[in-house]
């Protein structure tokens, strides 16, 4: 497979600040991040709450400018491309958030919605209006039930129509930041099943963040493990579940390995909780252990 992403040397630091402002010091959100995405591919991204997955998924998009680092898309610079070469590609790369209530907007029917981003672009309302209708049947959502607003669909039908909007301007790649997590578990499996299909059909490549390392595990054709900023363990995903190297990404696994879903819900809350045991020491430098097969060496 041909790559169609590359990340280097990524870093992203904000601010921190206490409660009445001051600056306090400095987090290293995304720590010095590196990985390929190959054209056709679902790349998963796990780990606990703040390591840093959707800081990933926003540099990459260029929704933040990086601190250091670079993103390569296609072959080019993204920090360098003229405004008109990043204007005339910016449908290309598009992002599916876990509440859809964040990509569509209340007082507009699914239809204008998904319309939305093609009108910005410049595409004339009448074939504007078709696509999306093509988009939106493509999700499920009935052609007699596009000139409804967002409420008036469940929780499901929104993200479809969420998805609708980010497939219409036939983008090449696309960041699911948790697109599942806020349906109910009937749900889940319906829209992950349809982002499959939509994969196949459009030739869609994936960054797929997700706490659930159940759906990651179904749907990801690689998966990285993040800790503080930084990936500790790469490696096709069969191969990471089933011979995962890195302590941190084996006490993962051991928290959802449990039959029943609300204790395996608490044990990853604890993992999550536990102060990292392998004290505050950063992880080495990925080392390849296997073919494809990235780990972390010992804390420096
Ligand atoms: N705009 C910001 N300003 C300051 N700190 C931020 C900002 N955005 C994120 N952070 C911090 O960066 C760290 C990584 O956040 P991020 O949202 O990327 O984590 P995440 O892995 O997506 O977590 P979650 O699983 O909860 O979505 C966290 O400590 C977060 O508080
Ligand atoms: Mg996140």
Request: overall charge neutral; proline content about 6%; glycine content about 6%.
């Amino acid at each position: 497979m041909s790559e169609l992403i590359r990340v280097e040397s990524l870093r992203k630091t904000y601010q921190v600040r206490n409660a009445w402002g001051r600056r306090t010091g400095t987090l290293d959100a995304v720590d010095g991040v590196d990985l390929t995405i190959s054209a056709g591919e679902t790349l998963g991204i796990v780990g606990e709450s703040g390591s840093g997955k959707s800081t990933l998924g926003r540099l990459i998009l260029q929704m933040e400018q990086p601190t250091a680092g670079s993103v390569i898309y296609d072959g080019r610079d993204l920090s360098t491309m003229s405004r008109r070469e990043r204007y005339a590609r910016r449908g290309e790369m598009q992002v599916i958030h876990q509440d859809p209530y964040s990509a569509l907007n209340p007082h507009r029917s699914a239809l204008a919605s998904v319309m939305e981003p093609l009108t910005a672009r410049g595409t004339p309302a009448d074939a504007a209006a078709t696509i999306a209708r093509e988009a939106l049947t493509a999700v499920g959502i009935d052609q007699d039930a596009v000139h409804k607003r967002p409420r008036a669909f469940s929780g499901g039908q929104r993200q479809r129509i969420a998805i609708a909007r980010a497939i219409a301007p036939r983008p090449a790649f696309i960041v699911c930041d948790e697109p599942v997590s806020a349906l109910d578990m009937s749900i889940q499996a319906q829209v992950t099943d349809l982002l499959q299909k939509l994969q196949r059909e459009f030739d869609l490549t994936y960054l797929f963040i997700s706490h659930d390392l159940s759906v990651v595990r179904e749907i990801a054709t690689r998966t990285a493990v993040m800790r503080r900023g930084r990936i500790v363990e790469l490696a096709p995903t069969a191969e990471l579940f089933d011979a995962p190297q890195h302590p941190y990404t084996r006490r993962l696994l051991e928290a959802v390995l449990v039959p029943d879903p609300e204790s395996a819900r608490e044990r990853l809350a604890h993992v999550a909780s536990r102060p990292a045991a392998e004290a505050s020491a950063s992880d080495g430098p990925l080392v390849e252990v296997a073919p494809g097969h990235f780990v972390a060496s010992s804390p420096l």
